[in-house]
């Protein structure tokens, strides 16, 4: 296991090849850490390259910790993660403006349990009533994010991670469809007595 350095006010301490999460965009690596001038100011930059989206962010490293930058979870978190899948979800706002905001707002956090409940909602909610066309894309990119960093956490390519969080959505769908737990709103998954 490597040990994880820290600067004087106790903030970790990111070097080239470490892996990443950054907040709303999921998990990456850092490719780059060097000084640049920008706007006048001259300041250290992490460059890390953002999986999910293959987007490049820079992140100035006094800023990370604000930013919320955070090292990818460790293979035995996955399981904690695996757990709040497997949950059995929480209230949630009926009104979908709200809902929306409030699943966004978890994400925004760069916490990976709440991108679990984020995850883990909207699939109860996808199969209980279906999703509006935001959500759905919500969900999608909360997926994308969520397996993202459970690659690294895995150590697994992009196509494993994104079958593997599949495959425990549809096992959790298919449990709930049999412990009777899905309401039927949406018509054709009515259980009947």
């Known amino acids: 296991m490597s040990v994880v350095s820290s600067n004087d006010r106790g903030e970790p301490v990111y070097e080239v ?12 690596i850092i490719l780059k850490k060097g000084v640049k001038d920008v706007l006048g100011q001259r300041r250290e930059y992490l460059t890390i390259q953002i999986l999910y989206n293959e987007m490049t ?18 293979q035995e978190a996955v399981e904690d993660v695996v757990a709040v899948l497997h949950d059995d979800g929480s209230q949630m706002p009926k009104n979908w403006n709200r809902r929306f905001k409030h699943n966004r707002d978890k994400m925004k956090t760069g916490d990976i349990y709440e991108l679990a409940e984020v995850v883990r909602n909207l699939s109860i ?35 494993e991670a ?12 298919q449990r709930r469809l049999a412990d009777g737990e899905v309401t039927g709103d949406r018509g054709a998954t009515a259980l009947v007595d």
């Open 162 to 173: 994104a079958e593997y969080l599949d495959g425990l959505l549809t096992e959790i769908g």
């Open 57 to 74: 962010v820079m992140v100035p490293t006094e800023n990370a910790a604000r930013a919320g930058l955070r090292r990818v979870i460790s």
């Open 125 to 159: 909610r996808d199969l209980d009533k279906g999703l509006s066309t935001g959500e759905k894309q919500m969900f999608g990119r909360a997926k994308k994010i969520l397996a993202s960093e459970l690659m690294y956490a895995r150590d697994i390519s992009e196509d």
């Open 17 to 28: 090849g470490d892996k990443v999460v950054y907040p709303h965009h999921g998990a990456g």
